[in-house]
């Protein structure tokens, strides 16, 4: 008995196919190098890493509103002389 033959997929197809499973293979790989590379690291292990970046963080904060404050003064300036085109 014969089989009836199979279609077979494009070689397009088949890279569509395979581009997701490649791709979190590499970022899975990526993942545990960067990991291994880190885990012995002092930074990461000391109690003092977390109060560091709580003091980080709020650096970051305050510099966040700073800029918030900034773009403000920004916008307007830049409305006022856009006002001041539209006069003439």
């Excluded at 700073?66 to 539209?86: H, P, T, W, Y």
């Amino acid at each position: 008995m014969v089989q009836p033959a199979q279609p077979t997929q494009s070689v397009a197809e088949q890279i569509r196919l395979w581009t997701p499973v490649i791709i979190t293979v590499l970022a899975s790989l990526f993942a545990v190098m960067f990991w291994l590379q880190n885990s012995g690291d002092e930074k990461y292990m000391t109690k003092e890493s977390g109060e560091n970046l709580k003091e980080k963080m709020t650096d970051m904060k305050i510099d966040m509103q700073q800029i918030k404050n900034q773009n403000i003064e920004i916008i307007q300036r830049l409305s006022s002389i856009d006002a001041k085109v539209e006069k003439k």
